[in-house]
């Protein structure tokens, strides 16, 4: 080991770790620029209702472009603004943005935004909302916020009381990926969520014939009829998951069955006035 040799340069025993540490310096080093250099955009992903097929909302997915590093995922820039709290103004530009964008589209159609549990635990979150509403003019009703369940693992009480300042303005709340990660029945006790989105993991066990899946979206659904909550499916790719998702009675669907995540100009383009996809 370094330190029993007594070198100072530890990292360089460890080739492995000092490389991956470099390249997570130079990442968020282009983080940090993304969005004065024009890097960020925002496609939209369409959910339909699972009896009519209509669309009824987009959800916003942010996509970093990079100039030194090229398209980067977000399940691998995400993590990294959260730990270097890059989220905060990222966050705030993509609330921004989307509701922008949503007042382009027919009234009736909502806006999903994706909230990470460091933004909702800033004090100015819930001013974050109001603001981005305010200026571009949409109505409150046309905004859901997206959350985990990890959001209750940290600071429970004031991530719980942000979202329900938000639900006062008249947004709904949506609590994504169900059912991985650290379920509690619990949580859903302890705020008014609108929707329940199944993680895509139980859309494809269930579409493999796995019982344990089928059983655990029964459950759900029939946990959130009670609620009085509804259910999103995600992660359907293929007319027979959708078909199985409206038997098991979840009343959206998302997926690339239905549309892949697309840019805004695209989105704008793919219903009509009554909100129905044109083919
Ligand atoms: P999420 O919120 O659960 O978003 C759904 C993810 O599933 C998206 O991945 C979407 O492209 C993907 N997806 C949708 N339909 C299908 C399908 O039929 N098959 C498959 N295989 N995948 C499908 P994406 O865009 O890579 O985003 C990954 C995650 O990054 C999101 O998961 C969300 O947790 C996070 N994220 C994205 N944008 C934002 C953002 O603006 N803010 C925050 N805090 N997180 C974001
Ligand atoms: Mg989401
Ligand atoms: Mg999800
Ligand atoms: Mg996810």
């Known amino acids: 080991r370094a330190k029993d040799e007594g070198g100072g340069e530890h990292f360089a025993y460890e080739p492995m770790l000092h490389a991956h540490a470099e390249e997570r310096r130079k990442l968020e080093y282009s983080l940090r620029r993304a969005l004065e250099n024009n890097e960020m955009s925002l496609h ?48 705030k530009w993509v609330l921004e943005q989307a509701c922008i964008e949503a007042t382009n589209w027919p009234s009736h159609i909502r806006v999903a935004v994706n909230v990470s549990g460091e933004q909702l635990i800033e004090p100015e979150f819930a001013s974050t909302v109001v603001k981005a509403l305010s200026s571009s003019g949409l109505d409150a009703r046309r905004l859901e916020i997206e959350v985990t369940e990890s959001i209750f693992l940290r600071d429970a009480n004031v991530a719980r009381a942000a979202l329900e300042q938000v639900i006062a303005l008249g947004c709904t709340v949506a609590l994504d990926d169900f059912g991985t990660g650290y379920s509690s029945l619990g949580y859903l006790r302890k705020l008014s969520f609108s929707t329940i989105k ?38 359907v790719e293929t007319a027979e998951e959708a078909e199985m998702i409206r038997e098991l009675g979840c009343s959206k669907i998302q997926g690339y069955y239905f549309g892949r995540p697309m840019p805004a100009l695209e989105a704008r383009a793919i219903f009509d006035r009554a909100g129905r996809l044109i083919a």
Not at 56 to 63: C, G
Not at 64 to 77: A, I, L, Q, Y
Not at 205 to 226: F, P, Y
Request: avoid cysteine; hydrophobic fraction near 45%.
């Open 44 to 91: 939209y992903q369409p959910v339909v209702d699972a009896n009519d097929e209509h669309v009824v909302s987009f959800e916003a997915l942010l996509r970093w472009n990079s100039k030194e590093h090229g398209f980067v995922g977000p399940d691998k820039f995400i993590p990294l603004a959260e730990d270097t709290r890059l989220i905060i103004p990222i966050g």
């Open 198 to 235: 199944v993680d895509r993991s139980f859309v494809q066990g269930a579409a493999q014939n796995s019982a344990e899946s089928l059983a655990i979206i029964r459950a759900v659904v029939a946990m959130a009829d009670s609620l009085e909550m509804t259910t999103t499916a995600e992660g």
